[in-house]
């Protein structure tokens, strides 16, 4: 069975179910995208990683990683492998030098992890169809629903504050382990500077 690499598009707060996030795969070079839902502690430790955010203490992906490496394992891909009543199930593709095996993961695990390791990210076509949505890209982040019609982008608003004011909130987000909020603000600074 052939596979169709994904890409990360986007993340978002999840309006339907509090305190989960919608993590948009995009198949790369083509137009469907796979929204997958996901707990907010894995939302904050994909953030971190898209975001190149340094903690004063490992995540536990990152502890994974830094476990798997001293040990002399490698993730060499994540395939999201089964959808099944609305549950994505993945894999992590892992080597020791000596052998490949599979290791069931939850998918958002397995996606901070891919991110981790810089490994590619798959699924099978069958998935596609089955839980896959077209976009149009010019439209794509006013179009993105859930399943139950729910909108899942959200969009967060910081224009009211000035850039010394915002830099204050990075910092105090990144005290407070607010990843996720830390990466939308520090876009807000880029997007003015």
């Known amino acids: 069975m052939e596979k169709i690499r994904l890409e990360i598009i986007g993340m978002s707060y999840s309006q339907s179910q509090s305190g989960a996030y919608a993590l948009i795969l995009g198949e790369k070079g083509g137009k469907r995208r796979l929204p997958i839902i996901i707990g ?35 993730i060499s891909e994540v395939i999201i492998n089964k959808f099944s009543e609305g549950v994505f199930y993945a894999v992590l593709v892992c ?21 981790r390791f810089k490994c590619p990210i798959y699924t099978f076509e069958s998935i596609m169809v089955a839980a896959g949505i077209l976009i149009d890209e010019e439209t794509e982040k006013s179009k993105i629903t859930e399943p139950m019609g729910e909108p899942l982008i959200e969009e967060y608003e910081f224009s009211e504050y000035s850039i010394p004011e915002l830099e204050q909130m990075l910092q105090a987000s990144i005290e407070n382990e607010e990843y996720e909020k830390a990466s939308r603000i520090r876009d807000e600074i880029n997007k003015r500077k």
């Open 95 to 115: 080597s020791d030098g000596n052998s490949d095996m599979e290791i069931d993961s939850r998918t958002s695990d397995a996606i901070a992890i891919a991110l």
């Open 40 to 74: 907010g502690f894995e939302a904050q430790s994909i953030a971190i990683e898209l975001e190149k955010i340094k903690t004063p203490r490992p995540l536990t992906h990152d502890l994974f990683k830094s476990f798997a490496e001293t040990f002399g394992i490698t």
